[in-house]
């Protein structure tokens, strides 16, 4: 019986991992690294959010008024889903979360019974002379009281058509105070005004945001006030623009043959930043110029007396 070997059962073979297994190991390994990510910026945003709430709201604004976010999630989506490579779709959703959009004129949506859609004005506001410097904002007598008065009132009632239609998110009816020094940007004629029209392209009801004067092409333009140039472009429907910040004021000047200025320039009060023209879709040569006073578009006509 030496001769024979004790049974010892039958010899288990390992054998390594199939190259399908080992690559669904690998994706639910990415899978798991991406959401770590998206909940680490989750968490990141949360205690910011607690930290700085006002401020976190301020930029919220921002980016919903001028920023691809929504394009930016549906990319970064797919890259989470397994649709796109991953990396190429957060890079994609990089670029689109970080490239303005053109702002297009607000389509109008009615409402009803809206008792409070044109507020009352401030009785204290003050209108300027054509092409003289105001200071501070301040009436130099009670001509020009009156003459604020009259835009004031011919405004509310050209908009009077329009009562159905409630004012938009950051527009403000209202003349706020100017704390400084400005001019007339051009000489001109109004050729479109501030509020409710219907847009000249397809006759819709939208509201526009500024002030069109008519000039000659090439007329100069020049700035509201002091400040510095915070950016310039070229959009489809601004055609090439301007903006300038005077700190709590900021202008747009736009549908402009040519641009004088940079951006991250300072300019004076008066100084020519570009040219009238007709870019963008404007129909003849004018100046599209806005105006916001902390943060809300306002009405340019009330500061400010074209022919």
């Known amino acids: 019986m030496e001769g024979y070997r004790s049974y010892r059962g039958r010899r288990r073979r390992t054998r390594s991992a199939s190259p399908y297994a080992r690559r669904t190991d690998e994706i639910a390994r990415r899978q798991a690294v991406r959401l770590a990510i998206c909940f680490a910026l989750l968490i990141i945003a949360v205690l910011l959010k607690f ?32 649709e796109r490579k991953f990396t190429e779709a957060l890079g994609e959703a990089f670029t689109q979360a970080f490239t303005t959009r053109d702002a297009p004129e607000e389509e109008a949506t009615p409402v009803e019974n809206e008792d409070s859609a044109v507020p009352a004005f401030a009785q204290d506001a003050a209108a300027e002379e054509t092409g003289d410097a105001v200071t501070n904002g ?89 400040g510095k140039v915070i950016a310039v472009g070229d959009s489809p429907t601004m055609g090439r623009f301007v903006v300038v910040s005077h700190g709590s004021v900021e202008t747009l000047y736009g549908h402009l ?51």
């Open 51 to 82: 930290a700085f709430p006002e401020t976190l709201q301020a930029i919220g604004r921002k980016i919903t008024a001028s920023v691809n976010y929504k394009e930016a999630l549906a990319t970064l989506g797919e890259g989470l889903s397994g």
């Open 257 to 307: 043959s040519a641009v004088h200025v940079s951006e991250g320039q300072a300019v004076v009060m008066g100084q020519r930043v570009g040219a009238v023209g007709k870019t963008g879709n404007a129909t003849s040569p004018c100046l599209h110029f806005e105006l916001k006073v902390s943060g809300l578009n306002v009405n340019p006509e009330f500061y400010l007396r074209w022919s």
């Open 138 to 226: 301040e009436p130099e007598g009670a001509a020009n009281t009156d003459l604020a008065d009259a835009i004031m009132a011919a405004f509310l009632q050209g908009q009077e058509a329009y009562s159905d239609y409630a004012i938009p998110a950051g527009v403000t009816y209202e003349m706020p105070r100017i704390p400084f020094e400005y001019q007339i940007p051009v000489e001109g004629t109004v050729s479109s005004s501030f509020g409710y029209r219907e847009s000249p392209d397809d006759n819709v009801v939208r509201f526009h945001y500024g002030t069109d004067i008519a000039a000659e092409e090439g007329t100069v333009v020049r700035a509201f006030a002091d």
